[in-house]
């Protein structure tokens, strides 16, 4: 029996379509040390809604995506990257006017203690326009992602609204992944703002406690219940959402009144990001796939196991059969470790 | 019998605060020629919502305001105004941050022919922020009215989000005065984007038919009619929707699915600007006064004809009594005018 | 027996070409009073330069100006006033980008108390480009007079720098008229280092001893002697020096070591601004007649009292017949007034 | 018998401060393919004035530095390296405001065909300020070294200015070395003006003849008289010019009529950048040394040819006893090869 209420139509072009930051990411060698010591660095794709795009590829769905990159190497590289994982290109614009890929050095002091030293002055994934949105596109999708970053400044953040629109007007799955990053954001009640009006619109929202109580911030601020918080966006078009509790595991409420509780796998974390975007891939392949929400976050849980004992963000997302392999160990040397429901 | 579905709360401190706008206007003394060959001009408060501040105060009703003037002459000349006009000055702001008052430089060719020149670089009105938005004073207010322009840009835009959250958290009225200027805003789409999510919040929306047809840019791009405009709004919050059609007057439609239309009163011209602040003040009067849709519209186009025929946006607001005598004035010499239902 | 060192040809098509600041005025007309309680302003160009220009235009030369006006009716407003008084102003440009004309509001509070509400965002006069200075306009000019608030900021700044080498190569006599303003510059430094770049440019420098101060601020901050500061502009090009002190009257340093005082004309003040520019003109009209310096410096001092007993700062310019008349009605009243050697 | 017409003071407490950028230089590991292709990058601290302060410590000369950092990991890499290197930093400015480490991705296609990727918005080396300037730590060098890419904007352009005139004022030897990069600078117009004024203030000016050729745009278009060029800066400050010819090698002028023409090194190249910083480099220890024009042009010349065919700009700056051993060497290979008189 499946509690999962949204649906995805199977018949469309793409089956989803993230839209925001396409970065690049630049992972130092040395780690267990501080970025000032460190000598060489690795260079992978990085950015939430892309390493999203890439780990739903690799899960094999017909993914696409809406974005802005730069007119030289480093463009060339992201899109390149996005092909050769067989990602549809045709709507990310190339920026004309000189703006650069965001650039993400990623330092690891130690397996719990990460920084990112971010690049993001001038960056070409905010310079989307409400123009680069092709309402065809996403008529063609059964889903859309909004990175919750892809919100922070405008025109980026118009360009979402449009997609919004669009995709309402032609049922086409929304997903509200918050993603909140502080910098680009001028103030917390816009953030507040624009969430809120986000996750009105939103079929699926995923966020941590601590991004929903930044949607909140206005209009109940001292709520802490995630049940609270889930009905609030069940009154508006939200069927599921999924709220993160960090090591005690994470919550997906439905609409129909009933949540489940999924923790994380036990494993040898080499850094201590890169799990959520993993996780937001499997869980939407499970929905995807018509599991019910139950198994499809402990896939979501398990995937995002196997990202933060890797070195990159974007080119280890694992593949159906390394998902599944991965749980099955798992399972036979802990017991059944992820869903307590 | 009446068909007025907005109820405003009379046991609150105020009835209105309006939102938005307040600059100088600096009209033309010479008229009927180009402002190359004026040689001086009256300086007068100006902004739209500033001109319905003063026109609900002059017809008595209890007003506040927020916004944000410059700190120098001319913020002082337009809060000393807005005191002798009993309008309430706690929630405007004075900017320390070297911002200007909006300029308004009214050149009047011909009756028909006027234009305006803006200074609007810098300008202090749309520098108003989330923080300056006081809860407490919206929840004290009978309404709050949001003027389109402030929607036009960062962080007005999102300080009048904010203020349209505490609204509808506390039952305040919102009022929604399209008053499309194509100044400051970055493109269609985000018009489409920022007028129909403020719409989607209100209570009330007045604007022309161009206006309506911007705000449904994205979402029924093709639709001319009326009634589909104003059943779409009441689909979300909406029970009173106003369409004007300049000359051929216009039309409001009410939530329980009738319609008034008014036509303009007839009048001897001096410029073709202004009247639409007195028209959206006297309208709103007559609502909280508890008077029928009918009547209140009919009160709104003929303190719009008084405006029409005089010097300023903002000094001639005309009180009850002025409007009243107009009325039975223009019924005597031309029989029963402005109402064709 | 002239002292005037420097030589002004006279057969170029234009005697000078001032560069910089092109404005307008809006001058109280209600006044001994706060601008906030003013009602109506009269419309007057103005700008330092642009006051001069029109000063030397009455005063019977041929003037042509570099500089920039918005495309609308106050830009149009501030052409149509030069040429009506014979200023050629083909190299005048009209911006294409939106920028707006200077604004002034002048409020006189009393004879001896004066303010300005300045409107400088966006101002087209700085937005003059070093392409827009033509080489062949500069060469078949006497001489170039550059306003020191051009150089306050790009890319004005490196247009007058433009100016100036072309200036040099054509020997085009270079006139800098200092005319500090606090706006518009970003520091102390930065004022130093532009002005006294361009004092050793200069043939002739006019400003007070405050202006000298703040040019030698980075290389002899303690000097405060008049002579030590002209005989540092003689080491580079300067031939003339004049250095003005208020209401003690202002000295001519000429490069063969002498010195010319003059003190001002008693007169009923109106307002206590305006007078710089007239002083210049009348000064700068001297020295191309091929008069003394002394001479020059009484006929500028009278210039400049008729002009702060007017309503405004260009309308009012003299002819040279009016300036010989109010000398000589000075000189009856008070015996001779203005130069004590 | 020396035609070394400058003289540096040997009893100050540095010899030498440059002036300008200091960035971080990511040089792709993989070479000899487009960047897209590379894999992993090796960080070393770059630009070209920080090339040359670290060259000329690793030659033994006691060094300074004016400039900004950020205040990131990568901005305390570059001081700890300059650190390493006995640089002193104390007036080196940690930027307090985001601005962040200039980045040159280099990318080496071949070693005559390479290309950089910079990012350089909202950098922190054109952030640093005229009071960010120490007169005290000018008039304690012997020499101040004036990159070309910190005229290009301002702060960091007026900034210069401010230390030159310290420099005058101190009789700290000004050295120009030109280093055009076309990014930031908004006109060509604008180069000819400061290079101009800069090279006015100079003793030594270093540059290419096309570097040369933007200097002279305004004042003398057709000349490509090397002979030309050196004179007219002669007829200010200047005491010794040097104009490179790529391939061809390079010409010292000196003010007393002389000049002195070396070729390049044979050398394997690695890549086609990075010559510049140490020829100018060891040009100077040699003048420092009391070296004549010619034996100095030889030993800059020997060191540009050691960096070109290594993996860094900076890390591979040889030491006093590397460039002899090289030049032995070469001349024991190739006959005397680099100074053709």
Chains 1, 2, 3, 4 share one sequence.
């Not at 970025?35 to 899960?59: D, H, W």
């Not at 609204?161 to 049922?171: G, I, L, P, Q, T």
């Not at 040898?268 to 499997?282: H, P, Q, T």
Request: glycine share 8%.
């Amino acid at each position: 029996m499946s509690s999962n209420l949204v649906s995805f139509s199977t018949s469309r072009k793409l089956d989803i379509v993230p839209m925001g930051r396409i970065g690049v990411d630049l992972n130092a060698n040395e780690i267990n040390r501080p970025m000032e010591e460190t000598k060489t660095f690795t260079k992978y794709v990085g950015g939430s809604p892309a390493n999203i795009a890439i780990g739903m590829a690799r899960l094999g769905k017909k993914v696409g995506f809406i974005g802005r990159v730069s007119d030289d190497q480093l463009g060339r590289f992201a899109l390149n990257y996005f092909r050769n994982d067989g990602i549809d290109t045709s709507n990310i614009v190339v920026d004309k006017e000189g703006a650069s890929m965001g650039l993400a050095f990623t330092e690891i002091k130690s397996p719990t203690e990460s920084s990112i030293l971010m690049y993001r002055d001038n960056v070409a994934d905010l310079k989307i326009e409400p123009k680069d949105v092709s309402e065809e596109y996403i008529k063609n999708s059964a889903s859309l992602l909004i990175s919750g970053t892809a919100l922070s400044k405008s025109p980026s953040r118009e360009a979402c609204f449009v997609a919004m629109e669009y995709a309402r007007k032609h049922n086409t799955v929304i997903i509200f992944d918050i993603d909140y990053r502080p910098y680009s954001w001028a103030s917390k009640e816009e953030v507040a703002v624009y969430y809120s009006m986000t996750a009105k619109m939103s079929d699926i929202i995923i966020g941590s406690r601590e991004e929903f109580d930044l949607m909140e911030a206005l209009i109940d601020p001292e709520n802490n219940s995630d049940e609270v918080t889930a009905n609030r966006w069940f009154d508006y078009r939200a069927k599921i959402v999924v709220i993160k509790h960090g090591k005690e595991g994470s919550i997906g409420y439905t609409k129909d009144g009933k949540s489940y509780k999924v923790k994380p796998f036990p494993v040898k974390l080499l850094k201590s990001f890169g799990g959520g975007d993993a996780y937001a891939s499997a869980f939407l392949y499970g929905l995807m796939e018509g599991w019910d929400v139950e198994k499809s976050l402990e896939f979501g849980s398990a995937s995002a196991a196997m990202l933060v004992a890797s070195h990159s963000c974007s080119e280890a997302m694992p593949t159906v059969k390394e998902v599944k392999e991965f749980i099955k160990k798992a399972e036979e040397e802990h017991g059944e470790v992820a869903i307590k429901s």
